[in-house]
């Protein structure tokens, strides 16, 4: 999505079930420690936004690939990438899927849009037929 | 190839006293551990045995590829290899066991053998055999390893999540770990089953030791605290710490008219005052009755 950012490592799960969920929640705590300067709220914040985006893949995209990656933006920032794929059935509206409360399963609603402002960058791409990518990033505030 | 085998057989035959003894001596030598945790008769008993056992098969088969003669081998391997885990040796320390027996053995075949060439023919074949016994009991080794942390797996999902009475009529549900869908249910069915028992008018839900409060969470949770208030008692959710509560707000979740509190002490003081009791300190010199 960025090209002015360079990922230093990364790493994915596969999402198929209900450990993977954990798995992925596990992995985003532990990246999230130092050296990467995460306040408590930002960590606790990514894993909950995560955490929802990895379930809808595994709900709504019935499974999918999860992928985290360090990155540096050409400000020296360094983040969290997150990525969510899935080549399940898609999203026909995401400007509905986006709205506080809308849900086709037995959910609250507010998955994507509660993740969407729980990062510092989000953004969402996904056709009928096509499968859904979702990215999110959490920049750290201090250097 | 066929007749080294028979040979190897016969030395151990006639000379088993003593290659136990060396055998036995060369295993407490290299893993310290096992003199505390395994007691000499055992060790003494599965060396033994471990002996027959494989003379047996040299004798039936050499090439160590026949099932039905090295399966008895492998079985008698399996459950040495197996106790072994479970009381805590290390992969090393229970491929040990076999490969210890090569000095003593070695040491046999040199006195007894003929011509340099028979030795190391003789040495090259059990050296191969007894390699791969050993690489196969710590096989079986990670394999029972594996199987007491898928156990472990287990029971972690199993904790129970306990219902507490903390005063008449005020129940503690203290929560920990992750609430997935099937720990949730046995979390609600818990906390409605202890309200009816203890005829509970409040129920405090402490989430202090839940990691992440998502919507799945944060629902099954108000699902929870509505199916209580059908039954007549009130839920008060205490331990949101500062960062689920930034985190619930963000995420747009409405707790609406639950009750809640930052600490279980603060939940614990609200619950009492709702029974119409309060906490106060001792009165010094009054006797008690």
Redo the contacts between chains.
């Keep these: 999505m960025n090209t002015t950012t360079k990922t230093t490592r990364s790493e994915s799960v596969l999402i198929r079930n209900?450990e993977d969920?954990?798995r992925v929640?596990a992995l985003v705590?532990q990246w999230a420690q130092p050296p990467l300067s995460f306040s408590?709220?930002e960590?606790?914040?990514l894993?909950?936004a995560a955490?929802?985006l990895a379930?809808n893949t595994l709900i709504y995209g019935l499974g999918g690939t999860f992928l985290i990656e360090d990155v540096t933006d050409a400000l020296a920032r360094r983040g969290l990438r997150l990525s969510f794929r899935d080549e399940g059935p898609g999203i026909p509206d995401i400007a509905k899927a986006m709205q506080?409360g809308y849900t086709t399963g037995g959910?609250?609603g507010?998955?994507l849009?509660?993740a969407k402002?729980?990062v510092s960058e989000f953004s969402i791409d996904s056709a009928p037929g096509k499968g859904t990518l979702v990215c999110i990033t959490q920049w750290t505030r201090r250097l | 190839m066929n007749k080294n085998a028979t040979d190897v057989a016969n030395v151990i035959a006639r000379h088993k006293a003593d290659i136990l003894k060396e055998w036995i001596q060369r295993q407490k030598e290299s893993a310290s551990s096992l003199s505390g945790i395994m007691s000499s008769e055992d060790a003494l008993e599965q060396s033994s045995q471990f002996l027959d056992l494989f003379s047996a098969a040299l004798n039936e088969d050499p090439s160590a590829e026949n099932d039905t003669v090295w399966g008895e081998v492998r079985t008698m391997l399996e459950s040495v290899s197996r106790s072994r885990a479970l009381q805590g040796f290390s992969p090393s320390e229970t491929a040990t066991f076999v490969f210890s027996l090569k000095q003593p053995l070695f040491q046999r075949l040199r006195q007894e053998s003929k011509s340099a060439d028979t030795l190391a023919d003789a040495v090259w074949a059990m050296t191969t055999l007894l390699d791969s016994l050993g690489l196969y009991t710590a096989e079986v080794f990670l394999r029972s390893r594996e199987q007491v942390i898928l156990q472990q797996q287990q029971e972690l999902l199993d904790l129970s999540t306990p219902v507490v009475e903390l005063y008449r009529g005020v129940l503690a549900l203290p929560l920990i770990g992750t609430l997935d869908s099937e720990r949730t249910h046995s979390v609600m069915e818990n906390l409605l089953e202890g309200i009816v028992h203890h005829e509970a008018a409040i129920a405090i839900i402490d989430i202090t030791g839940v990691p992440t409060v998502d919507t799945l969470v944060a629902q099954h949770l108000i699902k929870t605290i509505a199916a209580a208030r059908l039954m007549g008692a009130e839920c008060i959710i205490s331990g949101i710490r500062p960062q689920i509560a930034q985190t619930i707000v963000h995420l747009g979740v409405d707790l609406g008219d639950v009750t809640t509190k930052a600490s279980l002490a603060e939940a614990l003081k609200l619950a009492l005052a709702k029974v119409g009791r309060g906490i106060a300190p001792l009165k010094t010199g009054t006797g008690l009755s």
């Design positions: 209900q969920l954990q929640r705590r408590t709220v960590q606790t914040k894993v909950t955490s929802e379930r506080d959910g609250m507010l998955g849009s509660g402002r729980l």
